[in-house]
C-alpha cells in the first residue's frame, strides 16, 4: 500500500510539474529531471569553518561523484571509500552511504568491490556515481561494477529480505571469503549484472540515475570503449535499457545501434515527458545524438528477445563532427565528434541539452541546445529552436526556471541563457572547473566547483552573487534540496545546510 500511494503521489506531482512533495527522492525534479526546487528559507549563505549554518556533516571517501537523495527520513549518497569506523573494510571501491537525515549518522552502506578484470572498466577513486531514485521502501541505483540494484531502504536492520541473500560474499574482493554481514549493512534485493548479463562493457565507471516509470526503470548502461580507446568491445550492445522494477528482468533495450559512434562513454541519464499524447524517454547518447524513444505502453512482461524501444525522434547535436571512425580523433582538442553526458531536460514543450567534445579526449567545443520535442523521425535540420555556444566542454544537466535557463561548463563558467531566444543573460566566471550542475531553489543558484569554491547567486536576469564559500577537497556533485535543508556532497565530506537561529 506504501509503494502505490507514493506511486499515485509521484505521477500527480508529474502531471501537474511540481516538485515531489518535501524529499528529493531522485536526482532532478520528477520525470523531467529539471534541476530546480520548490523548497523555501534555504541558506543564502554559510560557513563550513565555523559550522555557521551547517546543521550537521558527515565523513565521505576521497572522491565523491555521486549527488544525494533524500527520502523516507534518509540521505543517501554515492563515494568512493566505506565508512571510516568500519574495520571490515578499507582502501578504493564504491560505496552507498545511507544517513539519517536529521543527524547525518549512518544507518547502512553498500559497499561494492572494484572490477578485478579492467581498470578501465571501474577507474581508481571514481566509486559509485550514479544518484538513487527511490520509491517507497525501495532504492534503485547503478554501482561501480555495472550492476543494477534494488535495495531496501531499511538495510540489514529489520534482516535479509531476499531474493537475493548473498550479501557477504557480494562486498568481498574476489578470492576472498564472504564478509560477516551486519544490521549497518544494504539488504539487497535483487541484482541486474548489466556486464556480464547483457554483454555491456563500461568505460571508467558506471553512471546514470534510474527513471522510475510505472512497473518500469529506464537505465543507462555506460557502454563504452576499451582500455585502447579506439574500439568498443561490445558496439551491439544497448546504451538504454528498461527492466521490470520488481525482478529486475529485462523488459525492452534501445534499437538505435548507437555502439558504433561512441567516441568515449555513455554516461548521461534518461528523462521523460508526455508530449502531444506520446510519452516520450529522452536520452543523451555518446554518438552525440539526442533520442527521443517512446515509452513502453501497458505491462510488458519480461521475456527472453527483449522487446526494442521505439525511436519517436533524433537530433544530431553536432552533425559537422560525426564521422565513420570518430575513434581517429582521439585526443584531438580542435576537431572530431561530440557526446552528450547531462541528462536532457524536457520544459514547456521543448528538451534542453548540453553537448560537444568529449572533456577528456575530444575537441574542446561545445554548445547548450533547444529543441522542439514535436517533431518525428530524423529532426536534425527541423527540431533546433536555438543554439548556444558554451566555452569548452559541459557536463551539465540544465535549470530552467522563470524563462531562464542555467548551465555550467568546464570553462568554468555558469551561464544564464534566455530560455525563449538562446541569448545570454549573464555569465559569471568561476575560480575552479565545474563538474556538477546547478540547483536553483528558492530564489537562489547554487553551484560548486572541484577548487572547492561554493557560489550562491540570485535567480533572475540581474546577476549577483550573494555569497561564496570555500569546501574543502573540492566538490564534483551538484546540491540538492530538500525539507528546508541543502546538502553538499563536497568530495571528502557531505554538509547538511540551513538557516539556523542564532
Partial sequence: MRTKLWQSALTLACAAGGALAADQPQWGRAWTRNMVSDEKRL?????????????????????????????????MVGTNRPWAGDERLRGDCGALLCLNEADGKLCWQLVV?????????????????????VEGDRAYLVTNRGEVVCLDLAGMANGN??????????????????????????????????????????????????????????VSTSNGVNSTHRALDAPEAPSLIVLDKETGKLVAAD???????????????????????????????????CYAFE??????????????????????????????????????RREGPST????????DGRVYVTAGGDAWHGKRRAWLKCLDATKSGDVTATASVWSYELS??????????????????????????????????????????????????????YVGTRRGDFYILAHGR????LHTAQLPGGMNATPVAANGVLYLAANRCLYAVENRKP
Fill in 43 to 75: 541558506p543564502d549563505s554559510f560557513d563550513p569553518a565555523t559550522g555557521r549554518n551547517v546543521k550537521w556533516t558527515a565523513p565521505l571517501g576521497v572522491e565523491t561523484n555521486g549527488s544525494p537523495v533524500v527520502a523516507g527520513g534518509k540521505v
Fill in 340 to 347: 552528450i553526458i547531462g541528462m536532457p531536460v524536457f520544459h
Fill in 462 to 465: 540581474e546577476k549577483r552573487l
Fill in 295 to 332: 515509452a513502453l505502453a501497458g505491462r510488458t512482461a519480461p521475456r527472453d528477445g527483449a522487446a526494442k524501444l521505439q525511436t519517436a525522434w533524433r537530433f544530431h547535436c553536432d552533425p559537422e563532427g560525426r564521422c565513420d571512425n570518430p575513434h581517429q580523433f582521439h585526443n584531438n
Fill in 161 to 218: 529480505d531476499g531474493p537475493y541473500r548473498d550479501e557477504g560474499r557480494h562486498m568481498a574482493a574476489a578470492g576472498s571469503a564472504p564478509l560477516d554481514v551486519r544490521p549497518t549493512d544494504a539488504d539487497i534485493l535483487w541484482v541486474c549484472d548489466m556486464r556480464y548479463g547483457l554483454g555491456v562493457r563500461q568505460h571508467n565507471g558506471a553512471n546514470g540515475s534510474v527513471l522510475l516509470h510505472g512497473d518500469r526503470l529506464y
Fill in 392 to 445: 569548452r566542454h559541459s557536463l551539465a544537466t540544465c535549470s530552467i526556471a522563470d524563462g531562464l535557463v542555467y548551465a555550467t561548463d568546464l570553462g568554468r563558467t555558469v551561464h544564464c541563457v534566455d530560455a525563449r531566444t538562446g541569448k545570454a543573460v549573464w555569465t559569471h566566471q568561476a575560480d575552479g572547473e565545474v563538474w556538477g550542475s546547478t540547483l536553483v531553489a528558492d530564489g537562489k543558484v
Fill in 255 to 289: 534499437d538505435a545501434k548507437i555502439g558504433s559512434q561512441i567516441f568515449h562513454g555513455t554516461w548521461s541519464s534518461p528523462s521523460m515527458a508526455a508530449v502531444g499524447g506520446r510519452t516520450l524517454v529522452f536520452f543523451g547518447g555518446g554518438d552525440g545524438v
Fill in 113 to 133: 568491490p572494484k572490477l578485478e578484470d579492467d581498470r578501465f572498466a571501474d577507474w581508481h577513486g571514481v566509486g559509485i556515481m550514479s544518484p538513487p531514485t
